[in-house]
Structures are given as structure tokens and as C-alpha cells.
């Protein structure tokens, strides 16, 4: 585990931004996790950018997206499949085809799962996986209480992340109470991850999942056992850490 500590938001960004470009310059066909939320929007900026500078080039790369929200359809401007054409997908030169976010509509769920499942190992597994941190120490939608041993799964949103997540949303009533996220399993499978998180409200779990003990109530902690992990902290996120 190595912790990077940054000034900012935007050093935090473009820290990871460099690190994604790196892995696909050394593998141009490489293989990406993706998260979203607000922390990872500074590194998609700086990742157009680069592609625009043509640093980077997207032609090859296959991504994976954690998550979806249960019962959202690709065209509602609250999924994650929306977001990720906003603020990535629609600027730079990826394939369509190569982009995978679990379908949040799928009638068999369990069946949508195992298909993702099989599509990620069939690609090999993921080379880097990026990840963003919920207050309550989640990753992807694997909230506490978590099964470390699960892959793809419908989850059902603890109400700390509807909480957080209804700034989103006109109302709270609209967020939705469940997710498709990938597993502990499938982000262990990674051979890189970075977990990037920025401001002071995440100055705790970030705090419990370094230094705390490994445990299901905060799903990131099992990271520690990650032998490839890299956190970059700005100095809020990191203010609470013994280092
Ligand atoms: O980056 P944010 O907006 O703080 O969100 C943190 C986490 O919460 C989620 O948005 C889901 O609630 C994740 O996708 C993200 O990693």
C-alpha cells in the first residue's frame, strides 16, 4: 500500500490522470475500472485533456464501470452510464463496444452479474482499477457488512449513501435503494488500484480503512491486503492519518 499526499483536489486529479496514462501508454490495450461520483471528475478533465494534447490515445482501451443504480435506464440523466458518456465516453476517441457499465434495467439480474463477471475475466481482469470512497467506507456500492468473497451483485444502498447520494436527485424519494456494483472480489482482482478522495469529509473512513483493522464495516479496508494499491490523498482527506 503507498499513499500519495497532495495539496488539492486538482494535484489529486491530475496525480491520478498521470497514472492512467501511463498504464495505457505502456499498454495501449489495457483494461480500466471506473468510478463515478464527484472526486473522479477532475481526473476524467485532465484525462481529455491529455487525449486532446494526444498524450493518450483510447483507441484500445476496455473500461468497466463499478456500478449502476437498479431500475435506472441508460438514458436517465441520474445513471451512471449518463454520466460517464458526459464527462468522459463523449471526449475522447474510446469504442463504444469496449465500454461496459452493468445494465441497471436487466429483467434476470443475477444473470446481468454473472454475464459482467464473465466479461471481465474474460478480458483478463482489470490492469487499474480506480476507485472513490463513500463516507461509510464504500467502494463501488459494496456497503458495509459486505461479503469480501462477492462478485457483481445487486446491493441494496445503505441509507447513509441514498443520503449522500440524494444531492443528485430532485428528491430523496428518487435515489434509488438498490445497485449493480462489482464485488470486493472483482476489485481485488485488479493488478493496480488507485483510490483517490479529497476534502475533510473523508478525512475518517480514510483514517479507518489505512489504519484501522480489516473488517466488512468498512468494505475499503480490505485494500490493506491489496499487494498494488496506491491512495492519493489531498491534505484534507489525509489530515486524520498518523503519517
Ligand atoms: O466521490 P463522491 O461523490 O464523494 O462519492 C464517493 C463514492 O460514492 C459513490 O458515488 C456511490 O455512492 C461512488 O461511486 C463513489 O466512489
Known sequence: MKIIKVRDYEAMSKKAAVIVSSQ???KNDCV???????????????????????IIDFKEVTTFNLDEYYGISGENEQSYKYYMDKNFFNHINIKPENTHIPNGMA???????RRYDSLIQGMGDIDLQILGIGRNGHIGFNEPDVKFEACTHLVDLDDETIEANSRFFDDIEDVPKKAISMGIKNIMHADKIILIASGIEKADVIKETIEGSISPNVPASVLQLHPNTIFILDEAAASKLNI
Open 107 to 113: 429483467e434476470d439480474i443475477e444473470e446481468e452479474a
Open 24 to 26: 495505457i501508454n505502456m
Open 32 to 54: 480500466l475500472g471506473l468510478a463515478t461520483g464527484d472526486t473522479p471528475l477532475g481526473m476524467y478533465k485532465e484525462l481529455i485533456k491529455m487525449y486532446k494534447e494526444e
